[in-house]
């Protein structure tokens, strides 16, 4: 295992670096720059800002310039955000993203598993029903129409909640979480469900249950461990969107998380910080995928670490 | 934070009220209860909503307008700006301009502190300057040094031709005196020592802390508040400044403000009480909420303008017959009617419409439609016959902003059904359509100019051939321009400048089209807040009963 996780590890640097050579070069070519201004700036001053980020020199000294940087856990200084560095930025958003992305794929996960399993089991049922409907809601309405929803019904109308904003405590985080879990909710029940439909019919079950083991116990230790396998190999990708956060819900909902940062960077032309980010959800993506194929080996016996 | 509003129903009073009903939020309501109980306190908070998230507080960098807005609070210039917008003394209780126009000279009041009981002198605001203009800061404000109000020196401090700041026009003969000199005059100049621009500099904080002098554990400002926290993407929390010198009239203990980066949330907050003050309220819920919440709901013109430039350089639009039919086809109510509603004005100058200045205007625009459609129409077949074209088509160069984009295509489609020409929209990034007009790749580009203070002289500086903007030369706006800086008062220079806007306009090198507003949602818990062209609403003046 600690050989695999390595080779792993090892393997995936050649990508973030591919990622980052990628995305340096593609931001370079957008029109426009970080300073761009339709005001009468003359040139001496619009040159000194430019030049205050080397922004004139060759582009492989300042791909080398960021590079040398990050080696050093340093990002570079944000063009747009000048207080900060990149990485104050990411260290200061990123725990809000990953605690409310963490919480709504825990949410998803949990409920998306009872549901899929509940329509499975109960096929044609009124639970079936329920929780397609509760599926159908999640996949069919938009999280920037549900996020408002629940602002004017939580917020407005019952005042159960506040509308907007953040202070890290709960009353803050339970509509962002709501409204980023209810996509996922109905993923993971729907794949449940249907794995679970095709499991229950497999031979190994019918022995299990000829052998008159219990059916709760034939589900939960038996079918359950095949038919979670789709489950596991979407909640990895899904996760590592979900923590590197939500710019809709981030927005709607005020939250200082890191999901404006991917696209304020890039309207703004703030390189670092597209970088920065990028780097991060790679790292993030590539991380979410080993930890999937580690489950996925515990899980299947067929899955071999070699 | 505030989180409750004397007027509306509060969360808080609710939440209490509903936790038993709801088993699913029970918890989480206790858990509100708790934090909302626990924020209870007898100070005074203003929360205000300031818009999208800001890029920079740093005094001599920042450039947006609701970065100015704290920078307003936080630190006080030389002059400053009451609720109506007027100047005002600052820091300096009185200054005197040289009989040529060309030297301010600036008594800062007894007394002054910093926030950390320093005492301010002369010398900090020069250092303002000095770092402002200082290639190495690289801030885009060194330009209104420079070229705005030309302090003797700038140009050649930012263009690297001299390193030595004492070589600049400001000075510091002594603790109480700043002596500021202009290459020429510049009448307007006041507002550019204000906070915004003029800020002092704290330099034992900033020789110690570098560029993290503004982090809210290490700044040292000299405004009416100074910064308690500043969470990105979040908030800023400022808290009254016991130094101020004027701190004894401060009524407002603390200020948040809160980025609204949607600006339906904004409404949606104030609606429940947690903003006191929504800005750039959606122009498409204006009338609504005017009949939601009546006065709370402000309208106010602002400085903005929108129009549309025409490339001189490239043809066909080098023939004045062609961008004078083009102008005289619009029919400016139906954009500002039909089109974009939520306070835009119809625009027939350059300048705004301000209080006090008489501008310019097109002579279309005092025209029923029926006859700018048939004096459109002779002047473009005379235009495209002197331009020896047979059929006119151009490409409309936006900003993919919703109402901006509206604004082009409602013109494509006036001008194709006026005119018979074929007109496409390019909506696109801000970044890409401000690179297409600078590289000088565009025909007709979908302008606009936010003026940086209640006067003509904001724009028409700005459209000042010297200026190059648009390529168009006159040796007669020059002139004009250069008496007017000149003029023995404030109503002739009027007049002169109202003179060189026509000048400009009879080019056509642009045509107006509407001013914007500001709209913002203003609780009648507070008072002081007066409607301004300039937005300036600074909180010293404000006072908030209720919380």
Known sequence: MFRYVTYRTLKSLPTLLALAVITFFMMRVAPGGPFSSNRRVPKEVRLNIENAYHLHDPIWEQFWRWFWGVLHFDFGPSFKYRDYTVSELIAHGFPTSLEVGLWAMFISTVLGLILGIAGALRRNGPIDYTAGAIAMVGLAIPIYVIGPIGQIVLGLHLQWLPIAGWDGTWPYKVMPILTLSLPNIAYVSRLMRGSMIETVRTNYVRTARAKGIGERKTILKHAMKGAIMPVVAYLGPATAITVTGSIVVETIFGIPGIGRYFVDGAISRDYPLVMGVTVLYGAIIILANLLTDIVRGILDPKVSYE | ?547
């Open chain 2, 1 to 547: 934070m505030s989180f409750c509003n004397g007027n509306r129903p509060s969360v808080r009073r609710a939440a209490a009220l509903n936790s038993a009903k709801s088993a699913l939020f029970g918890a989480v309501l206790v858990a509100a209860g708790a934090a909302l109980a626990a924020s209870a306190s007898a100070e005074s908070t203003l929360v205000r909503g300031m818009g999208p998230t800001i890029g920079t507080l740093d005094p001599q960098l920042n450039f947006l307008a609701n970065e100015g807005w704290i920078q307003d609070d936080m630190y006080e210039g030389l002059t400053a700006q009451d609720a109506s917008g007027n100047i005002i003394p600052g820091a300096a209780d009185k200054w005197e301009l040289s009989d040529d126009g060309l030297t301010y000279t600036f008594h800062l009041r007894d007394g002054l502190k910093w926030s950390n009981g320093d005492p301010l002198v002369a010398q900090d605001f020069v250092n303002g300057v000095v770092r402002t203009v200082d290639p190495a800061t690289a801030s885009d404000k060194a330009y209104i040094f420079c070229s705005t109000i030309a302090v003797t020196g700038v140009c050649d401090f930012t263009a690297k031709k001299t390193s030595d700041p004492t070589k600049l026009g400001i000075s510091a003969p002594d603790a109480k005196t700043v002596v500021v000199k202009l290459d020429k005059p510049a009448p307007y100049a006041l507002i550019y020592f204000g906070s915004y621009y003029g800020a002092p500099l704290h330099k034992p904080s900033f020789d110690k802390f570098g560029a993290a002098f503004i982090k809210p554990e290490n700044i040292v400002s000299n405004g009416a508040y100074h910064m308690a926290e500043n969470v990105p993407q979040s908030h800023v929390t400022l808290v009254k400044n016991p130094n101020f010198w004027d701190a004894a009239n401060v009524k407002i203990d603390k200020v948040v403000y809160q980025i609204t980066e949607d600006n339906k949330t904004a409404v949606k907050l104030f609606k429940s009480g947690q903003l006191d003050v929504g800005v750039d309220i959606p122009a498409d819920d204006v009338l609504n909420l005017q009949k939601e919440f009546g006065d709370e709901m402000h309208v106010t013109p602002y400085l903005e303008t929108d129009y549309f430039s025409f490339n001189i350089k490239v043809p066909p639009f080098d023939n004045i017959n062609i961008r004078k039919a083009l102008s005289t086809a619009l029919d400016r109510d139906t954009f500002i009617n039909k089109v974009i509603k939520g306070g835009y004005v119809v625009n027939c100058g350059y300048v705004v419409p301000l209080p006090d200045y008489k501008g310019a205007r097109v002579p279309e625009c005092d025209m029923d439609q029926a006859t700018r459609i048939k004096t459109a129409k002779a002047l473009l077949a005379q235009g495209m016959k002197e331009a020896n074209i047979k059929k006119l088509s151009f490409t409309i160069e936006s900003s993919n902003d919703d109402t901006q984009k509206k604004i082009a295509e409602t013109a494509a489609l006036m001008w194709k059904k006026a005119l018979g020409v074929d007109v496409k929209v390019n909506a696109q990034e801000r970044d890409a359509w401000l690179d297409a007009f600078n590289g000088g790749k565009w025909q007709v580009f979908n302008d606009d100019l936010v003026g940086d203070f209640a006067g003509p002289e904001t724009f028409l500086a700005y459209i000042d051939p010297r200026g190059g903007v648009y390529g168009w030369e006159s040796k007669e706006y020059e002139d004009l321009w250069d008496k007017a800086m000149l003029a023995a008062d404030k109503q002739q220079r009027y007049a002169l400048l109202a003179q060189a806007e026509k000048v400009f306009l009879d080019q056509y090198t642009s045509t107006p089209l509407d001013a914007a507003p500001s709209r913002d949602l203003v609780s009648k818990k507070i008072s002081g807040w007066v409607d301004n062209v300039g937005a300036s609403h600074p909180t010293r003046f404000m006072t908030i009963s209720g919380n």
